[in-house]
C-alpha cells in the first residue's frame, strides 16, 4: 500500500528564517511526487511535480527535491504570505493511472 | 478562466436525505476526480473519471454516485446522507491521466454538514 508521511505537523517560523518541510514515501515505483499548497477555505494549488531521485524544482522563494524516499520543500528567507498549508503526493506506476496518495500535510505559520 | 467551479459552497443536510454536489470545469480536461478532505486525514479519492462516459471507484466510493455525461461536468451524489459524510469535498480536473499524469487543478470545495 503506498504511503505518504508529512513532518512536522506544523511549524511556525519568524520571516526570513528558512527552514525544510519533509515528504516521506512509500510507493511500489515511483511515477511522480507532486507538491500542493492550500490556504485555508481554498483547495490545493499545484506548486511543483518531481519524477525521479535527483531532481529538483525552484519557484520564488520555494525549492523541491527528491530522493528515492523522501521530498523536501525548502523555503528560504519566507515571508508571511507564504503561510499555508504544504501537501504532498505520490503516484505509483502500477495501479489505477489516476490515484494519487495524499499525505496530512503541514501548516506552516509565519511571523513577521 | 474559470477554472474548475463547485457549487453550492455549504451544505447541511439532516441524516438520510439525498442531495448533489455539482462540479464544472472549462479547461476541456478529460480527467476529473472527487476528494473528500476530513481533520487530520490526507484527501481521499471518492470516485474519478477519465472521459465522457466513464467512470470508476476510488479509495471511498461507499455512498456516493457519480455520472460523466460531458466532458465539462461531473456531479457527486450523496444517496442517504449519513454524518459519516461531514467533510470537505474537492473537484478536480487535469489533462488526460495517461503516462505522465498531470496536476490536478482543485475546486475551493464544499463544506457539507450531516446532523
Known amino acids: 500500500e503506498d504511503q505518504v508521511t508529512q513532518s512536522p505537523e506544523a511549524l511556525r517560523l519568524q520571516e526570513g528564517e528558512s527552514s525544510s518541510l519533509n515528504c516521506s514515501y512509500t510507493?511500489?515505483?515511483?511515477?511522480?511526487l507532486f507538491w500542493y499548497r492550500q490556504d485555508p477555505g481554498k483547495g490545493p494549488e499545484f506548486l511543483f511535480t518531481l519524477y525521479s531521485a535527483g531532481e529538483e524544482k525552484e519557484k520564488e522563494r520555494l525549492k523541491a527535491t527528491l530522493t528515492k524516499k523522501e521530498s523536501f520543500l525548502h523555503i528560504t528567507a519566507p515571508k508571511p504570505e507564504d503561510s499555508a498549508t504544504y501537501l504532498c503526493?505520490?503516484?505509483?506506476?502500477?495501479?489505477?493511472?489516476?490515484?494519487?496518495?495524499f499525505g496530512k500535510g503541514i501548516t506552516l505559520s509565519v511571523r513577521p | 478562466n474559470a477554472g474548475v467551479t463547485q457549487t453550492p459552497k455549504f451544505q447541511v443536510l439532516k441524516t438520510g436525505q439525498s442531495m448533489t454536489l455539482q462540479c464544472a470545469q472549462d479547461?476541456?480536461?478529460?480527467?476529473m476526480s472527487w476528494y473528500r478532505q476530513d481533520p487530520g486525514m490526507g484527501l481521499r479519492l471518492i470516485h474519478y473519471s477519465v472521459g465522457a462516459g466513464i467512470t470508476d471507484q476510488g479509495e471511498v466510493p461507499n455512498g456516493y454516485n457519480v455520472s460523466r455525461s460531458t466532458t465539462e461536468d461531473f456531479p457527486l451524489r450523496l444517496l442517504s446522507a449519513a454524518p459519516s459524510q461531514t467533510s470537505v469535498y474537492f473537484c478536480a480536473s487535469s489533462l488526460a491521466g495517461t503516462g505522465r499524469f498531470s496536476p490536478l487543478h482543485f475546486g475551493n470545495g464544499t463544506r457539507l454538514t450531516v446532523t
Open positions: 503526493a505520490v503516484q505509483a506506476l502500477t495501479g489505477a493511472n489516476s490515484k494519487l496518495t
Open positions: 479547461m476541456n480536461h478529460e480527467y
Open positions: 510507493v511500489s515505483g515511483l511515477r511522480g
